[in-house]
């Protein structure tokens, strides 16, 4: 992703992004971004503000480099979209721990910029449902949600992942995104897990599920 902002600023950015997504906001101190930045700390100030702003900045810089790198565009394949967002968390991990401490911070309150990341989602939904052959939805907004969740999830707790998958999880991340990969599939299939819970039953994707059962009860 390209920029135009001056070299001293992007510094400050790339600083701050580590920094915050050690110590989130409230831990964060400006003195160390601005050491790390290799800048007067009164710089910051000047071209963000205050902390806060400047933590807003770098959420918005990740999230607008993760709209870049991971498209959804109509024909898309949603499995293999779940893939590329594997990809993008494990590559950059920060991310999703900018998120957690967003969501610590600003809890149910209104988000920085909200309805213009409100209506980049609003996008995916719309995608998701032409692939499904329906219309954006409830049901398809909780689907991209828990899909996005199954893509993003083992990268933000890789601890877990070992827990759970024993000790050699966190060099296995081709073998567990194939795992993830092929479950959202399966998913999506409408004979697997989640099989009926992302249309309405006039969709041609329930009539397309009735078809390749016939006529089987769904379990």
Known sequence: MTSDAPPTKERLLAAAKEEFAAHGIAGARVDRIAELAGVNKERIYGYFGNKQKLFDAVVGRALDELAEAVPLRSGDDPAEYVGRVYDF??????????????????????????????????????????????????????????????????????????????????????????????????????????????????????NRRRDSVTGAATP
């Not at 967003?102 to 995608?127: F, Q, T, W």
């Open 89 to 206: 968390h494990r590559d950059n991990p920060v991310l999703v721990r900018l998120f957690f401490w967003e969501g610590l911070h600003y809890r149910d309150g209104v988000l920085p910029n909200e309805e213009r990341r409100r209506s980049r989602y609003e996008e995916k939904i719309a995608v998701l449902a032409e692939s499904f052959g329906t219309e954006a939805s409830p049901e398809v907004a909780a689907c991209l949600l828990s899909l996005i969740g199954l893509a993003a999830w083992p990268n933000a707790v890789p601890q877990l992942a070992r827990l759970i998958i024993g000790t050699g999880a966190e060099t296995a991340g081709l073998d567990l995104r194939s795992h993830v990969v092929a479950f959202a599939r399966q998913a999506l299939s409408g004979t697997g897990p989640g099989a009926g819970t992302v249309t309405g039953s006039e969709s041609r994707h329930r």
